[in-house]
DNA sequence: TTGCATGCAAAGGATTTGCACTATC
DNA sequence: GATAGTGCAAATCCTTTGCATGCAA
């Protein structure tokens, strides 16, 4: 699932010194936790896993930190209104599953033989990303 | 592009009666600002135009309208995440363009021959929407 | 040493909620 | 007249920011 996570460490770390950004163990914690993890946390999420390692980091920390990653293209917010904001670190393109009950979240690979056209509405195209909506496993089997 | 605005109003009023929900002045002004506008307003922007015709309302009230409007399925959230939510009275099957500049979001209808299955991942599948980003016209412009 | 990064706490913005009052049914 | 809906203000939740200190380069 996670591809090496090192790997992906390492050109962090290349990146952040390439661009003078220096290499805390903070930004390296909240990376490898967003890394690990396929199911999209909040920052909340990610600042209590952190703290297991690093009981002093602030939540603000890794509120800065997460920004930086996002910047640096290494992880994503999930598209989707819930109440806080969820960070993903897959950045291959691929979509996500939302639970309407729960919110939980699950990347998804399609094989969509469609590409945007390069200008729609006048909007220059980058790339889209597909939300689709059900109900997990979980909420299937609660329902009474 | 706003089909028939009255007939909407018609049939949420007739929506609220049938679950008991009391026709008040705020509620048909929140959902005819929201129907009449094709820009996903925000919360406040919404506020902000109901104002005019009714210059007492509170934003409160808006907040509770418009959560009450998208139980009754009547306008929905457009999932992006911003700085606040923002909300489409279209509800027939359609996507989003989305300005990763400023912000703006517009509506497009595509003709994607594609139909989520009924399960994934062991997710019971109800509906997908896609999310385009890219860059406006006006930003584009703007770009120096 | 030289800043950039961090921790802390306070500020800020969006949204929700408690309560007394009002208006619809 | 009963009750759901509203307005107001306070509360809450999430996120950002200012400032003094600490640590990576």
Redesign the interface.
């Known amino acids: 699932m996670v591809t090496d996570v090192q790997e992906r460490l390492d050109e962090f770390v290349k990146a952040c010194k390439s661009i003078g950004l220096k290499i805390t163990p903070q930004r390296l914690a909240v990376y490898e936790v967003l890394l690990r993890r396929t199911d999209h946390p909040t920052v909340e999420e990610v600042y209590e896993e952190v703290r297991k390692l690093y009981p002093f980091v602030s939540l603000a920390t890794v509120y800065r930190t997460v920004e930086t990653l996002e910047e640096l293209g290494f992880i994503s917010?999930?598209?989707?209104?819930g109440g806080s904001?969820r960070y993903d670190a897959n950045t291959s393109h691929h979509h996500h599953?939302i639970?309407?009950v729960c919110g939980a979240i699950?990347d998804?690979d399609l094989n969509?033989n469609?590409e945007?056209p390069a200008y729609?509405?006048?909007?220059?195209?980058?790339?889209?990303?597909?939300?689709?909506?059900?109900?997990?496993?979980k909420c299937?089997n609660s329902k009474t």
Chains 1, 2 share one sequence.
């Open positions: 917010k999930v598209p989707y209104w904001a599953l639970c309407t699950a998804v969509i469609w945007p729609m509405k006048g909007y220059q195209v980058h790339r889209f990303s597909i939300n689709i909506y059900g109900v997990c496993p299937q």
